[in-house]
């Protein structure tokens, strides 16, 4: 027969082991943490993009963004020619028009980066630029107008660069010469 005493030193003893026993199925069945990289490859990324074209000018511009984010900016100055007054009823001049109904030359840049692993971006860039021809005389309504049309470029190039601010060096089609640089802040 077993005494009261002998059922708890009983009960003491199971407890003990039943608790050591979960304590060391729980330890196995969690797997450790694994450290993939030193760098955080989604931190912000200073870029400078610089443009020498005979066709849309000489600009330049530094942004920064994220591992994986577009960003979107646009240059405007003054066509070669000078700038000049466009009718509210000319067809399609959006595109070579300020908001005060003056012709512009602009690029619009398009800038995609993502980070690999290694440090080095992976960059799309789409470049798109407009600029006014000579004014030629349309018929709208059956009135006669004297209208720019767009004289477009557009072109998407995709390269791999380092981000330790060496600079990269892409000539477009027209003849336009890109140097980007990019740099982790």
Same mark, same amino acid.
């Given at each position: 027969m ?22 060391? @199925?729980s ?6 943490? $694994? =450290?993939?990289?030193e760098v955080?490859?989604d931190?912000p990324?200073k870029?400078?993009v610089?443009?020498v074209? $005979?066709?849309w !000018?000489?600009?330049?511009e ?7 984010? #577009? ?8 066509p070669?020619? !000078? ?9 399609? =001049?959006g ?7 003056? #012709?512009v030359r602009? =690029? $619009?840049?398009?800038? @995609?980066?993502?980070?690999? %692993?290694? !440090? ?8 798109? !630029?407009?600029a006014?021809?000579?004014?030629? #005389?349309?018929? =709208? ?6 209208c ?5 470029? %557009? ?10 601010g060496?600079e990269? %060096?892409l000539t477009? @089609?027209d003849g ?10």
């Open positions: 077993i005494d009261r005493l002998d059922f708890v030193r009983f009960h003491r003893v199971a407890s003990v082991a039943l608790a050591l026993g979960f304590l060391a @199925s330890a196995h069945a969690t797997p450790g943490i $694994k =450290v993939m990289s955080a490859n931190g990324i870029y400078t610089k443009m074209s $005979k066709a !000018g000489n600009e330049q530094t942004r920064t963004i994220r591992s994986g984010q #577009t960003d979107d900016f646009t240059w405007q100055s003054k070669a020619g !000078g700038a000049q007054n466009v009718p509210d009823t000319c067809p399609d =001049v595109s070579i028009r300020n908001a005060i109904g003056v #012709t602009q =690029v $619009k840049i398009r800038f @995609s980066a993502v980070i690999a %692993s290694n !440090g080095d971006a992976d960059v799309q860039l789409n470049f798109q !630029g407009h006014p021809r000579a004014a030629t #005389t349309v018929t =709208v309504a059956g009135k006669k107008l004297q720019p049309t767009d004289n477009s470029f %557009s072109q998407m190039v995709h390269f791999t660069m380092p981000t330790g060496a990269k %060096s477009l @089609s336009t010469r890109l140097t980007v640089s990019a740099s982790r802040k």
